[in-house]
């Protein structure tokens, strides 16, 4: 597919097929369309709306929604809205991801619609009504399932069959057929109102007729007839029409409605989640923000205000464990802060005065004052979601042909029907004129599309349940015999996504293990991940909760230096733990460029079995994407301790099954190109294979890229950052311990 985003994102979609470019003179709209139940309606919609001036629409029915790109100077809101209502249905313009509108629940007309058993909504739309809907969907179909059971049991079991059971199954199909099926008779009466015929045609039709059929049948033929059931009544399954009005239809009356009505009631679900999950992408934002404003007598105070309220200049404060507000640059404060979720990098940022940050990440330590850059749809999470909703929004292929089959499949079956009783009447035979009519029309009722597809996809996804893979829809069955290339996010997928020590490099008179209990007694001080990940390897090696309480080492005049490290006295020595030259020097001098820096005193440790330097040790973990943390006291630095994102164990071998299987494994990560490497060599892909540095807008680029040069491609995530790449590709695979959103 290919679809240029009102933000300049890469081109890009989770379908594969086109969805309308937006030249500069065209503005992009999305609509949210009620009232569609099958692909023909999305056909009759698109139609409506592509024959309007300077308008190209694509219309899909999964999410019901409209995309719509249109010259203002011919064409107008209202025409669009216009167009589609003289299609039959309704719409309204969908709140653009990231808006307030987008994260409210959907409107009356959804609730309405699901309530007649419809599936609507697009991917924003979750809340009490979208659930209700569901539930009403849900409802019908158990109350209908439990009188259409007894009805095709007796009809089909002539042991079950007892005196006058054939008026017990007209008592017990009538309120399916007629009550259960309303939504299908809804649909299709406001169609044939509107000039056109959809799949409820079909269904509406072939239940109806099976019904009335029967009802002539039981009142004015041999079927009404108390005997019946010691004759043995033929029924519509296993016997060919014989004209003599000796059996019913109404096992098909029944079951027709009830079994669309569960795909119906399994697609509203699944869409529910979908929704669900760009609903929980919003959500990620901050609710509200410390807003800073003058006091009126030179100095400031802050004011709780919403976020939706903030403005571009506005300055904030962000505290210790809150989420920023929005977009922005510090103007005050030193921190590190947690942007995993958005870049996929494990390791915090550390950020202080004209550092950029970015909304929905996480403060993790010291306090910040930010000024707003950018607000509202503006922000990087507001562009994610609308990555998202793009990659959403196309169609498949196959999905296109559907339609175009959808588009003339049901007047030709009509047509089909009505020359079958002609023809048939012509040859002397009116009654088996109707009932061979009927027959077409009831073969031709898309039944087995309303079994088939929700039994198949319950198989499928319960035997991927025992396996512990959650399947989305048939879909995804049908894609992955195609693929041949596999693209893996590093953080979270091929690594546990978590900080922890890999290494502790000791000078000559010092021990890893002293080196190790002080550096987590000084950082248990401290809230940095970083910090954490060195206190709990410290409090494991000594097997205590609380690191250095094995050995007595108690920490007294902990300070904490953004940016630089910590430092504390710990038994009347003062212990530095972070930079190399704020080990050495001291905060004042600090320099952050400490690989480059020789160190001179007591260097050396062992690396692998090998007598090297402290400084060796370092950059060697730097260059395997690691982060070397220098403990030191009286200004010298007398140990180093490794902290890494840790591989899997289970991913080289992950990467060679892979490879088993004909694919190509493709790394792809936000983290720095020499940590991707390290972990490339470890799991055996090949360098040329990585991809490093990769911003959550260029993993969709990525994809899309391994897609034009004619791979059919899985991308593997579990961040919210892939969340978008996971939808571009043709087969999307999130890891069961990632966020929500990704799944």
Known sequence: MSTTTQHDQP???????????????????????????????????????????????????????????????????????????????????????????????????????????????????HGPTDDAGVKALRDRLLICAALTIPVVAIAMIPALQFRNWQWALLTLASPVAVWGAWPFHKAAWNAARHGSTTMDTLISLGVLAAYGYSLVALFFGAAGDPHMADMTMSTSLFSAPTGSLDHTYLEVAAAVPTFILLGRFLEARAKRSAGAALHALLSLGAKDASRLVDDGRGGTVEERVAVSDLVVGDRFVVRPGERI??????????????????????????????????????????????????????????????????????????????????????????????????????????????????????????????????????????????????????????????????????????????????????????????????AGVVEAGSEHPIAHAIATAAASQSGDRVAGAAAGLRLNDFRNHGGLGVEGTVDGMPVRVGRFAFVTVGPATADSRYSAIALEGPTTSTLQGVEVSLTKAADEAMAQGRTPVWVGWDGVAYGVVVVADTIKPTSAQAVDLFRGLGLRPVLLTGDNARAAAAVARHTGIALEDVRAEVLPADKVAVVAALQDEGKVVAMVGDGVNDAAALAQADLGIAMGTGSDVAI
């Open 11 to 125: 081109e890009g979609s989770g379908d594969g097929a086109s969805a309308p470019r937006t030249p500069a003179a065209l503005v992009a709209l999305d609509l949210d369309v009620t009232g569609m139940t099958c692909s023909s309606c999305a056909n009759r919609v698109e139609k409506k709306l592509n024959r309007l001036d300077g308008v190209d629409a694509t219309v899909n029915y999964a999410l019901h929604r409209a995309r719509v790109a249109y010259d203002p100077n011919h064409t107008g809101v209202d025409d669009l809205l216009g167009a589609v209502r003289a299609a039959g249905y309704d719409a309204s313009p969908s709140p653009a991801p990231g808006s307030e509108g987008a994260l409210g629940s959907a409107t009356d007309d959804h609730a309405h619609e699901h309530a007649d058993g419809h599936s609507a909504g697009g991917a924003h739309d």
């Open 325 to 518: 507000a929005t977009d922005g640059v510090v103007l005050d404060g030193t921190s590190a802060v947690d942007a995993s979720m958005l870049t996929g990098e494990s390791e915090p940022v550390d950020v202080g005065p004209r550092a950029d940050v970015v909304g929905a990440t996480v403060n993790e330590s010291g306090r910040l004052v930010v000024r707003a850059t950018r607000v509202g749809g503006d922000t990087q999470l507001a562009r994610m979601a609308q990555l998202v909703s793009d990659a959403q929004a196309g169609k498949a292929d196959v999905q296109r042909l559907a339609d175009r089959v959808s588009a003339v499949f049901v007047p030709i079956v009509i047509v089909l029907s009505l020359t079958t009783f002609a023809v048939w009447a012509l040859l002397g035979e009116p009654a088996k004129a109707f009932t061979a009519a009927v027959a077409v029309m009831i073969i031709a009722c898309p039944c087995a599309l309303g079994l088939a597809t929700p039994v198949a996809l319950l198989v499928g996804t319960g035997r991927g349940a025992q396996l512990g893979i959650v399947i989305k829809g048939p879909e995804v069955l049908e894609s992955t015999r195609r693929v041949d290339t596999i693209v893996l996010d590093k953080t979270g997928t091929v690594t546990t996504g978590r900080m922890a020590v890999a290494g502790v490099y000791a000078a000559p008179g010092q021990s890893p293990d002293r080196i190790l209990a002080l």
